[in-house]
């Protein structure tokens, strides 16, 4: 369930925004200050804050500006009363993912809060597969590309940028044929002889390496290329 920091100063709006989030299947801390809000987003992990601009205490803009400051990158929007032009853009230059001006409508506000948390989870989403893509496993292996390790049954070896590049294009590939114009091409940007000769020597330590995981192979196909064959 979503959490959410609601921090607005009108107690009967307050809580009918809690209500209407609740309603929405959002979990919500309610705070009616800005000092109290700050507290709050410092001292819990939210999905999304949404601050009233005018509070006592410490006004949303600051609330917002803190949050910044301290390294929170949670997303937040403002409420406000104010449609001057000039609060709009202060707001979106502090970073916030929305502004609503009041009055407006729950259903509207829970709309703009499911926006931006499709769009913020979306996001997060795409940098983990971005993380987690750089790590392949094959047989009983795995290679850690950014870390240029590559781990076989119980050991741990330390490749070259070449090697890990080589190991990651096959990992990316399995049982598939790689041409070796292809892959010259594609880590060396030519296909001489003597380019050619080089990636003989990294095919034969990378089948070293792999030897004893009894599940991969990389196999030659005579006059083609190569694979890597995995056992299911």
Request: net charge negative; hydrophobic share 45%; proline share 3%.
């Amino acid at each position: 369930m979503p959490h959410i920091l609601l921090v607005e100063d009108d107690p009967n709006l307050g809580f009918l925004l809690q209500d209407s989030l609740e309603g929405a299947g959002f979990g919500v801390t309610l705070c009616t200050d800005g000092a109290a809000g700050l507290a709050a987003a410092t001292g819990g992990a939210f999905d999304l804050c949404v601050l009233d601009v005018m509070l006592p205490k410490l006004d949303g803009f600051t609330l917002a500006k803190e949050l910044r400051q301290r390294g929170q990158e949670v997303p937040f929007m403002f409420l406000t009363a104010k449609a001057l032009k000039a609060d709009r853009l202060q707001g979106f230059e502090l970073g916030c993912d929305d502004y609503l001006t009041k009055p407006f409508g729950l259903e509207e506000l829970v709309y703009r809060v499911k926006a931006i948390l499709r769009r913020t989870q979306s996001a997060e989403n795409a940098a983990s597969a971005s993380a987690t893509a750089d790590v392949f496993a094959f047989g009983t292996s795995r290679l850690e590309f950014k870390n240029l390790l590559l781990h076989v049954a119980g050991r741990t070896h330390t490749l070259t940028d070449r090697e890990a590049e080589l190991m990651r294009l096959f990992a990316q590939n399995p049982h598939q044929l790689l041409r070796r114009e292809e892959i010259l091409q594609r880590l060396w940007q030519d296909d001489g002889y003597f380019v050619g000769r080089s990636l003989d020597v990294f095919i034969s330590r990378l089948r070293k390496y792999l030897q004893p995981d009894a599940a991969v192979k990389i196999s030659t196909v005579h006059g083609r290329g190569y694979k890597l064959e995995v056992a299911d």
